[in-house]
């Protein structure tokens, strides 16, 4: 897997002044704001910085809190789990693995059969429905 690397310019003048905050300043949409919290349309959800997939929408469930939740990532190898210990917390930080974008968190309260809730943020995706 090759690594997309970019200069902050570049990453500015790629993305929306929101995208930015979210994916390279580890920034957090309001939860029921992203364009994607309630979608329920088949297809896959990419990476909105270098569109690697990430998640499939038959692993999306609704966890009822404001972000699309999925129970598993749709390639294991694409995304990158870090500890953030930020705003005292300790939880686990879920990163796009070719380009490090900041994507959300996963938590352990998901539903079988991971038992995961990887938390995204809908400004660090772009969809592509089925066809």
């Known amino acids: 897997m090759e690594k997309v690397r970019k200069t902050e310019a570049e990453w500015r003048a790629q993305l929306s002044p929101e995208e930015f905050y979210v994916t390279r300043q580890k920034g957090t949409e309001r939860a029921f704001t992203g364009r994607y919290w309630d979608t329920t349309t088949p297809g896959i959800y990419r990476c909105v910085g270098c569109g690697t997939p990430l998640f499939a929408s038959d692993t ?40 490090d974008a900041h994507l959300g968190h996963v938590f352990e309260d998901g539903p079988p059969p991971t038992g995961l809730r990887y938390c995204i943020n809908s400004l660090s995706m772009t969809f592509e429905p089925e066809a």
């Open 60 to 99: 999306k469930f609704d966890a009822g809190c404001g972000w699309p939740s999925y129970f598993t990532p749709l390639n294991p190898d694409n995304v990158r789990e870090e500890l953030d210990t930020s705003h005292g917390m300790r939880r686990t930080e879920v990163l796009c693995n070719v380009c």
